[in-house]
C-alpha cells in the first residue's frame, strides 16, 4: 500500500494564480482531511470529507475548494493565490473518527 | 483557555534519559486522544492512541488523567532517534455537539549524545 500520495512536492505560485493539490490514498478510508500548517503554529482543518460525495468545512476554509468525487481522491482547489496562503499542506485519511490519522508528506507552497 | 495545550518546549536530554510531556485539553466531553511525532519537514506520524486505563508500546507509555482533563506521555531511555516535536490530540466536541480534532501546538524534544 502506498497510502496517502500527495503531489506536487513543492510549489511557487504568483499571486492571482490558481493551482491543484492532489491527494490520493488507496487504503479505503472513508474520512479524508485537507490541513495547513503554518510555522510555528498548529495544524487548522481546511476542509474535509467523511465519504465519496460529501464535504464540509473546516475551521479556515476561505480561498480553497474541494472535491470528493470518489473514495480515493480529495483533491484541493487554490483559487486567487494569496501570500497568506503560504503553508505546508497535508493530506490526511482515517478509517473513522475513532482511529489516527495516516498523513501524506505534504506540499510545500510559497505564494509570490 | 485553550482547548489543547502543551509545554513547547525544547525539552534538552541526555541520551538513556527519561522524559515526560503533559497536554491538557478543556472539554471534559473529549473522547480520545493521540500522540503523534512530527520530525522537521516531515508529517505528522501517529506515536499511540491514548486509551483510559493507560498503554504501554516498547518504551513509550501514555495514560489519561480524565479527572484532571490531560495526557501524558512518558519515554524512557531516549535515543537519539526520538529528538521531534510530540503533538497530542483531542477528539472533542464543538458547540454544535460535532466531532472536532483539535491539535496541539507541539512539545519540542531534543536528545543529546
Known amino acids: 500500500n502506498a497510502g496517502v500520495t500527495q503531489t506536487p512536492k513543492f510549489r511557487i505560485l504568483k499571486i492571482g494564480q490558481s493551482m491543484t493539490l492532489q491527494c490520493a490514498q488507496d487504503?479505503?478510508?472513508?474520512?479524508m482531511y485537507w490541513y495547513r500548517q503554518d510555522p510555528g503554529m498548529g495544524l487548522k482543518l481546511i476542509y474535509y470529507s467523511v465519504g465519496a460525495g460529501i464535504t464540509d468545512k473546516g475551521e479556515v476554509p476561505n480561498g480553497y475548494n474541494v472535491s470528493r468525487s470518489t473514495t480515493e481522491d480529495f483533491p484541493l482547489r487554490l483559487e486567487l493565490a494569496a501570500p497568506s496562503q503560504t503553508s505546508v499542506y497535508f493530506c490526511?485519511?482515517?478509517?473513522?473518527?475513532?482511529?489516527?490519522?495516516?498523513f501524506g508528506s505534504g506540499t510545500r507552497l510559497t505564494v509570490v | 483557555r485553550k482547548e489543547v495545550e502543551q509545554d513547547p518546549g525544547p525539552f534538552n536530554v541526555p541520551e538513556g534519559a527519561t522524559v515526560a510531556f503533559n497536554c491538557t485539553y478543556s472539554n471534559s466531553a473529549s473522547q480520545s486522544f493521540f500522540w503523534y511525532r512530527q520530525d522537521c519537514r516531515k508529517e505528522p506520524k501517529l506515536l499511540m492512541s491514548v486509551y483510559s486505563s493507560g498503554n504501554e508500546d516498547g518504551r513509550f507509555t501514555a495514560q489519561l488523567n480524565r479527572a484532571s482533563q490531560y495526557i501524558s506521555l512518558l519515554i524512557r531511555d531516549s535515543k537519539l532517534s526520538d529528538s521531534a516535536t510530540y503533538l497530542c490530540?483531542?477528539?472533542?466536541?464543538?458547540?454544535?455537539?460535532?466531532?472536532?480534532?483539535?491539535w496541539g501546538l507541539g512539545t519540542s524534544l531534543a536528545v543529546n549524545p
Open positions: 487504503m479505503n478510508h472513508n474520512y
Open positions: 490526511a485519511s482515517r478509517m473513522t473518527e475513532n482511529y489516527g490519522y495516516t
Open positions: 490530540v483531542v477528539n472533542t466536541y464543538n458547540a454544535g455537539n460535532n466531532r472536532k480534532l483539535i
